[in-house]
């Protein structure tokens, strides 16, 4: 790999702010955080504004190697993984993570898992491929924190190395530069947040792209092997973090409804096949039970709620916060279901395009948005025309400041969404004039 001096050094500082923010780094002191974050974008930014390129195989041994520097570093910015290696040992001893709390098992080997965990009264939430994921990790390593977490780092290292190859391929498919698929590899957000704190954001949208790149090219030779893949890989995308089902009816103007049930159908038996090993009379009143919790009761760095909560609060006797999650919730589905019905996909990128604006109406009228969630946007961005997901992607770092000051306040809010919410205005009437343009000088021809 050639690089001059000056990319040597930019380098280091980037691997080195990479380092902090994944040993180091304080959640609880925002200084710090955005010390190491800045660092990384600054530099980030830095590459982009100089276009600088690498082919695909330098960009991934460089991708690896931003990765693998964290292999051995505990979650500093999370303590999900707590709650990862619980579901992991309950099932090393034939127990099922979805039917038991943790708050009721009582266990002195395992005293220092359940002390980390932020959720000993809910069922788990987590579907099928991370429960798999998470008892790998612990038949390999039991109650080791480090072990259980190198063996789950090693998955989602695996998962971005296939997502930044396939990428590459997609893009090419698309008429697109594959360098392009850079500014998923080498973001810092994705890097810390999915490789670094362990979130699986990383290896849910790895199998949904693959999966939709295989459909795109099913078209050709060996078509069927193609769409067979597609639904395994779609299947298991779902399986991962339910968040990617909507994929499935977003292909309704992409595919045909007739095609698009017929897809989502096979998906979707896979996908309870899945949950197979798991089943219980109560498994689904559980779940249920736990995500009803989360959504009603759960509310961090959200935008549309937020400012609900602003306005109507003072106006409203006995007014519950949680009452007007679901309201908020079922305005959001319907927004998104507009957007899947009525915008054009004239080819692949258009539907990229509607998923993108899909996942980013589901984040803004989301209750809870914790900086990991914009990796779903930024891997859509890539192989669309706009780019706002890659300025969020730096603003939703502001969100620490709540593990700083112990509250939220509105100024990091209106900091984090102002810029983000103003670029994609922006880019979208931009979009929109193009396409005017475009399309008078095809009525002139």
Not at 392 to 415: A, C, I, K, N, R
Request: proline letters at 3%; glycine letters at 8%; hydrophobic letters at 55%.
């Amino acid at each position: 790999m050639g690089m001059t001096w000056r990319e040597r050094i930019l380098f280091l500082g980037f691997a080195l702010s990479i380092l902090f923010l994944g040993y180091a780094v304080d959640r609880t002191v925002l200084s710090q955080v955005l010390l190491g974050y800045g660092v990384a974008f600054a530099i980030y930014f830095h590459g982009q504004e100089k276009k600088v390129t690498y082919g695909l195989k330098d960009l991934l041994v460089l991708a690896f190697a931003l990765r693998v520097i964290l292999l051995f570093a505990l979650p500093q910015l999370s303590d999900d993984y707590f709650r990862f290696i619980w579901d992991g040992l309950l099932q090393s001893i034939g127990e099922n993570p979805f039917s038991n709390l943790p708050s009721a098992i009582q266990r002195e080997d395992w005293a220092n898992i359940y002390e980390g965990m932020n959720s000993k009264d809910y069922y788990s939430v987590y579907p099928p491929v991370m429960q798999g994921v998470f008892k790998i990790a612990t038949l390999i390593c039991n109650t080791s924190f480090l072990g259980n977490v190198v063996v789950m780092r090693m998955f989602l290292i695996a998962a971005d190395m296939l997502l930044i190859f396939f990428g590459w391929k997609f893009l090419e498919f698309l008429g697109r530069k594959g360098e392009d698929i850079m500014l998923y590899a080498l973001n810092p957000l994705v890097i810390i947040e999915g490789v670094g704190n362990l979130h699986f954001e990383v290896l849910m949208m790895s199998m949904t792209l693959i999966g939709i790149y295989f459909i795109a090219k099913s078209g050709g030779k060996n078509g069927w092997k193609k769409l067979a893949a597609a639904i395994v890989l779609l299947a298991l995308g779902i399986a991962t973090k339910l968040t990617s089902t909507i994929g499935i009816p977003a292909l309704l103007r992409r595919l045909g409804f007739w095609k698009t049930l017929g897809l989502g159908l096979m998906v979707m038996i896979l996908v309870m096949l899945s949950f197979s090993s798991f089943l219980t009379n109560d498994l689904i009143m559980n779940i249920g039970d736990s995500l009803n919790l989360y959504f009603r009761n759960f509310q961090f760095n959200s935008s549309v709620y937020n400012l609900v909560d602003y306005f109507v609060k003072p106006y409203v006797y006995h007014y519950r916060a949680e009452l007007i999650g679901p309201w908020i919730a079922l305005v959001g589905l319907l927004s998104m279901a507009m957007v899947m019905l009525f915008r054009k996909q004239n080819d692949w990128e258009g539907y990229l395009e509607t998923l993108l604006f899909v996942f980013s109406i589901h984040l803004l009228f989301a209750s809870t948005v914790h900086p990991w969630y914009v990796i779903n946007l930024l891997v859509l961005s890539v192989f669309t025309r706009y780019r706002y997901p890659i300025l969020f992607s730096f603003t939703v770092v502001f969100s620490y400041h709540f593990y700083d000051l112990g509250f939220e306040s509105p100024f990091f809010l209106y900091v984090e969404y102002l810029p983000v919410i103003g670029y994609a205005l922006w880019e979208i009437s931009k979009g929109v004039n193009e396409n005017e343009i475009a399309a008078a000088v095809l009525r002139a021809e």
